[in-house]
Nanobody, 115 residues
Framework: QVQLVESGGGLVQAGGSLRLSCAASGRVFSINSMGWYRQASGKQRELVATSTSSGSTNYADSVKGRFTISRDNANNMVFLQMNSLKPEDTAVYYC?????????WGKGTLVTVSS
């Protein structure tokens, strides 16, 4: 099992920045992809950004140029730097990890962007 714990959410004004962190514990060896998804109220969960162990990254079009994902593999952590935040970025952000094809999820952290 892999446990994921997010931190760093909160309330920010439009145009501001936040940095989310996610710490993985448990059976962290052989974790391949780690990333962030988000779910706004009344909407489906969607991919925000992912990073593989080889360093490849993938971003949703809506966040390209504003968000940056990074990993600290030595400490089993993944981060999401969010700049130029918009009200439509308001959502619960979930940390995700894949290990041997099995997805693991954190409980989520709420990001609220006020206009």
């Amino acid at each position: 099992q892999v446990q994921l714990v997010e931190s760093g959410g909160g309330l920010v004004q439009a145009g501001g920045s936040l940095r989310l962190s996610c710490a993985a514990s448990g059976r962290v060896f052989s974790i391949n992809s780690m990333g962030w998804y988000r779910q706004a109220s009344g909407k489906q969960r969607e991919l925000v950004a992912t990073s593989t162990s080889s360093g490849s990254t993938n971003y949703a079009d809506s966040v390209k140029g504003r968000f940056t994902i990074s990993r600290d593999n030595a400490n089993n952590m993944v981060f999401l730097q969010m700049n130029s935040l918009k009200p439509e970025d308001t959502a619960v952000y979930y940390c995700n990890a894949y290990r041997f094809g099995t997805p693991y999820w954190g409980k989520g952290t709420l990001v609220t962007v006020s206009s």
